[in-house]
Nanobody, 128 residues
């Protein structure tokens, strides 16, 4: 069974940090660009970051740029999202997604047209 499983979410105070992981099973991520999306209560899903298959190209939404870092370890079939200086507005369910394409072009962070696998999400709550 091919699936993506996110972990690492939880409750954190403003200014704190979390590291999300996305583990793939049943398939290899080596050829896929990987994406992180989030959906806050009552809001549309938002693409926040992507990384190309080799890990050399990353892009971020303006809302998280400078605070979040996407990375991947293809040997472990895992993608990460390091989130620093978290704000209450970062509260959302975070989803990882595998793109059938290998690249992460500039301006494509919110593009889900190539996504063919989604994780079930992990909840991040930023609150004091």
């Amino acid at each position: 069974q091919q699936q993506l499983v996110e972990s690492g979410g939880g409750l954190v105070q403003p200014g704190g940090s979390l590291r999300l992981s996305c583990q793939a099973s049943g398939f290899t991520l080596t050829y896929n660009a990987m994406r992180w999306f989030r959906q806050a209560p009552g809001k549309e899903r938002e693409g926040i970051s992507c990384i190309n298959n080799g890990g050399g190209t990353t892009n971020y939404a303006d809302s998280v740029k400078g605070r979040f870092t996407i990375s991947r370890d293809n040997a472990k079939n895992t993608v990460y999202l390091q989130m620093n200086n978290l704000k209450p507005e970062d509260t959302a369910v975070y989803y990882c997604a595998a793109d059938r394409n290998s690249g992460c072009p500039r301006g494509s962070v919110n593009d889900d047209g190539g996504v063919d696998r989604w994780g079930r999400g992990t909840l991040v709550t930023v609150s004091s």
